[in-house]
């Protein structure tokens, strides 16, 4: 089934290319026009996007760090403290200060 359609495109694109080459000529030579055109767009596009890049960048200097060794996480509220709020360890669970309470 794949040659269904193969087929018609083989024949569409030889004559597209027997139709006239010269049409093809001028063809590209418009296309490489317009695309040109086309490229100033992506390029001013690119520019637009710089201050977000930035932005990103910014984001980028702020580390998250993974939890530390004298730090938990509440079991109840998920949040990250430091290991002198814990206050509750049972039935395996830990919680802070605020949560234990
Ligand atoms: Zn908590």
């Keep these: ?51 977000g890049a930035d932005l990103s960048g910014e984001e980028l200097t702020v580390r998250v760090l993974p939890m530390q060794a004298n730090e938990f996480r509440c079991d109840s509220c998920f949040l990250v403290h430091h290991r002198s709020l814990l206050t509750d360890s049972r039935k395996g669970k830990l919680f802070c200060r605020d949560c234990a309470a």
Excluded: C
Aim: aromatic share 4%; glycine share 0%; proline share 4%.
């Design 1 to 51: 089934m794949a040659t269904d359609y193969d087929a018609p495109r083989a024949t569409a694109t030889s004559e597209m290319v027997e139709d006239s080459l010269e049409d093809l000529k001028e063809r590209r030579a418009k296309n490489s026009q317009s695309s040109a055109i086309d490229v100033d767009e992506a390029d001013l596009a690119e520019a637009l996007e710089f201050p």
